[in-house]
């Protein structure tokens, strides 16, 4: 078990940990959240590097890997509808999406193919984490007593309704459309993938 397969273990360890937390009506608890959700994200760019630099490639890895990064990004967007941040639908959506994508590229990996990535839903991915951080930080930072006594016109203005309802909306609407186009762009090899062989 090499490190960089060890950190993608960690990552699927502390994702429970870090949404019973974030969840827990506890202002300290929801803080300590945010700290192991940056921790569990480290570790995606950490043993990325290392697989990178010291070819630590495993097909467990290549399985594993990706299946944790959605798990815990899952786990954040779960945890935003449970807080009222953001619609269900909308999260289902994105949930559904990612986790199908995801399934699909590696699924197509054990069978030998390689699907085509688009620079759409690289940008999906980017826009995606950039509004997950934004709602992680600032609603976690909301919750804390100095913050809210010093900034909480600032706290007020970034979760107002219509705006998270928008952001929301975007980044929902920016997913299902890039899952559409990513099965469009492959849909030769899904056939292929699921041919049955004789």
């Known amino acids: 078990m090499i490190l960089p397969n060890?950190?993608?273990i960690l990552r699927i360890i502390l994702t429970p940990v870090f949404l019973f937390l974030f969840l827990y009506e506890n202002q300290v608890l929801k803080e300590i959240s945010l700290i192991i959700f940056l921790a569990a994200a480290l570790t995606d760019w950490y043993d990325g590097w290392l697989a990178r630099k010291f070819?630590?490639?495993t097909s467990w890895g290549k399985f594993w890997d990706p299946l944790a990064d959605k798990i815990l990004t899952s786990s954040a967007f779960f945890g935003f509808a449970m807080v009222g941040l953001i619609a269900n639908w909308m999260v289902w959506v994105i949930i559904f999406r990612d986790l199908l994508i995801t399934l699909l590229r590696v699924f197509s990996d054990y069978r030998g193919f390689s699907f085509r990535t688009s620079i759409y839903a690289k940008?999906?991915?980017v826009l995606q984490m950039?509004?997950?951080?934004?709602?992680?930080?600032?609603?976690?930072?909301?919750?804390n007593d100095w913050v809210q006594s010093n900034y909480s016109n600032f706290i007020s203005s970034l979760f107002d309704e219509d705006l998270l309802f928008f952001l929301s909306l975007?980044?929902?609407v920016i997913t299902f459309f890039t899952g559409l186009q990513y099965i469009f762009a492959n849909k030769n090899l899904i056939k292929k993938l699921f041919q049955i062989e004789n």
């Open 6 to 8: 060890q950190l993608t």
């Open 55 to 57: 070819n630590y490639i």
């Open 123 to 125: 940008i999906k991915t």
């Open 130 to 143: 950039i509004f997950l951080y934004y709602l992680l930080i600032f609603f976690v930072l909301s919750k």
């Open 170 to 172: 975007f980044i929902t």
